[in-house]
């Protein structure tokens, strides 16, 4: 499959995942808004039903996302193939991108219960973000003789010159 299709099969991912996550957002938006919802408690008085009904909408914005990573991880490995392991390395920015999201997400569901430790709460986001960034930085490292032959390669083309009346591009020396 040549890189023009790779191209559009990845775009078609990521509209599609746009479109659900658009869906998911407007549906968690209108429901946090229900006058009936914010006033209803759920598990105790502390978690009103609008907020965990949020937090169920942002856990599958989370899946979708993720689905993409992994959907598009085959795609990011033909498109970027001077990079080996293109397609670990997008899943894990991806998985990066959804622990962030999740952090604001579940924040207002969770900080109600945990007032004497919070720390643990930012200690899990923390630890799996430094994961998934240092296994990115891996896959970086790893592939960085392949990219700097790319970009060096890359910097070496030669760049066709325009005459001054506008005329045909010239080939430099």
């Given at each position: 499959?040549?890189?023009k299709?790779?191209?559009?099969e990845?775009a078609?991912k ?35 039903v ?63 219960f ?60």
């Amino acid at each position: 499959m040549g890189k023009k299709e790779l191209f559009w099969e990845l775009a078609t991912k990521a509209v599609k995942t746009l479109v659900a996550l658009f869906t998911l957002f407007a549906i968690g938006y209108f429901v946090e808004r229900l006058p009936f919802a914010q006033a209803l408690p759920f598990i105790s008085a502390k978690l009103p039903v609008s907020v965990f009904l949020n937090a169920v909408v942002s856990l599958l914005a989370v899946v979708v996302f993720i689905r993409f990573g992994v959907e598009a991880s085959p795609c990011a490995d033909g498109l970027m193939d001077f990079m080996p392991g293109a397609g670990k390395f997008s899943r894990s920015v991806v998985k990066i991108l959804a622990l962030l999201f999740s952090y604001f997400a579940f924040k207002p569901a969770v900080a109600p219960f945990i007032t004497d430790y919070e720390w643990a709460y930012e200690a899990l986001f923390l630890g799996f973000t430094l994961f998934y960034l240092v296994r990115a930085g891996l896959h970086l490292y790893a592939a960085s003789e392949n990219i700097s032959k790319f970009l060096v390669e890359a910097l070496r083309q030669p760049v066709p010159a325009t005459k001054p009346s506008g005329g045909p591009p010239v080939e430099r020396p």
